[in-house]
DNA sequence: TCTGGGGTCCTAGGACCC
DNA sequence: TCTGGGGTCCTAGGACCC
């Protein structure tokens, strides 16, 4: 991400490994699309020693498909006038939005690739794949998409999860479980300064069955002892299988908004301030020594 | 593939409101 | 009144991505 940014400002990391660029505007600056492309693959491996995939386009479908188009360490660049020719011949598994449900569903239209998926009305593509699918599809075949690159994306959740390596039945291990996972959301919440209105558990079962459950709370929080007794209240009372739990996860969502905080009109005002000092104490603990030097211990009020 | 973890977005049904 | 139409909010689940 650090090469990427000596070259252009505009960088939207889209996972540890991925970014997006703006460079237009940069011909004078930086230089030719190509150059730009043939610089970031060797300041990426003048720095990590790891070989990249590049992918220029005029928006974002087109250089991400450009750029795996090229994999690995490749580079290639497509114009306004080659999307058509470039897309058409490529199988719709490589579009976003196609993997295995929707595969074969497209398949059984006797659509395999773009050019085919391009020649399917509007209309009998909402019939199959409802609304949004289908306009995201529809958009696709022509090669039409955004180009804006948002350096400024912020996370929507924050979640933890983990999978036992035996299914557990016994209630004080799940609960043990889901505190520490609390604990971690908690962490991270507070780290970026975020205060959450939902709360979601999750649930998985031998079989892979899964479930969730979620809570909307009065007021926002990022309290690791609100995540948990609400999630763990959303275990006892959401009607959930009884049987052994293969895995167990809590995440956080819905951020209050910037401008202020509802506070809990009960609270005493000593007990929050008090809680606060606890988090940032319990917070400094396990930035330093690690997690699970420390954890909390029973509710006061269970 | 007997199946890890952390995300995003969409759909659908029910409750509720005007 | 057994009954229209449209909107929002909340919740659960699924598809997909890296």
Same mark, same amino acid.
């Given at each position: 991400m650090a090469v990427l940014r000596t070259l252009s400002p505009l960088v939207e990391p889209v996972s540890v490994d991925e970014a997006f660029l703006d460079i237009s505007g940069l011909e004078r600056l930086v230089g030719s699309p190509q150059q730009i492309g043939e610089r970031a693959k060797?300041?990426?491996?003048?720095?990590?020693?790891?070989?990249?995939s590049v992918g220029i386009g005029p928006n974002r479908l087109i250089a991400k498909l450009a750029s795996d188009h090229g994999k690995p360490n490749g580079l290639t660049i497509v114009g306004h006038d080659q999307v058509q020719g470039f897309l058409d011949p490529m199988p719709v598994s490589r579009l976003r939005g196609v993997g295995r449900r929707t595969l074969p569903r497209l398949e059984r239209l006797g659509i395999r690739s773009v050019?085919?998926?391009?020649?399917? /009305?509007? !209309?009998r593509l909402e019939e199959h794949f409802g609304r949004q699918a289908a306009l995201s599809l529809f958009r696709q075949a022509r090669g039409e998409a955004s180009d804006r690159v948002i350096t400024d994306r912020q996370r929507k959740s924050i979640s933890k999860e983990t999978t036992f390596g035996q299914d557990v039945a016994d209630g004080k291990l799940l609960r043990d479980a889901l505190r520490a996972l609390s604990e971690e959301v908690g962490r991270i919440a507070r780290r970026e300064h975020l205060q959450g209105r939902v709360v979601n558990l999750k649930i998985r079962f031998a079989g892979f069955e899964t479930y969730s459950r979620q809570h909307r709370l009065a007021a926002a929080t990022n309290s690791d002892r609100r995540i948990f007794t609400e999630a763990w209240k959303l275990y006892l009372n959401g009607k959930l299988p009884m049987k052994p739990v293969r895995l167990i996860g809590v995440?956080?969502?819905?951020?209050? /908004?910037? !401008?202020?905080?509802q506070l809990d009109l009960f609270a005493d005002p000593e007990d929050v301030r008090r809680e606060q000092r606890l988090f940032a104490a319990m917070d400094r603990v396990a930035e330093r020594f690690g997690r699970?030097?420390?954890?909390?211990?029973?509710?006061?009020?269970?």
């Open positions: 060797q300041g990426i491996s003048a720095a990590t020693g790891l070989t990249a050019a085919e998926l391009r020649r399917c /009305s509007r !209309e995440g956080l969502s819905e951020w209050a /908004s910037e !401008e202020g905080h699970g030097k420390l954890q909390l211990g029973l509710p006061r009020k269970h």
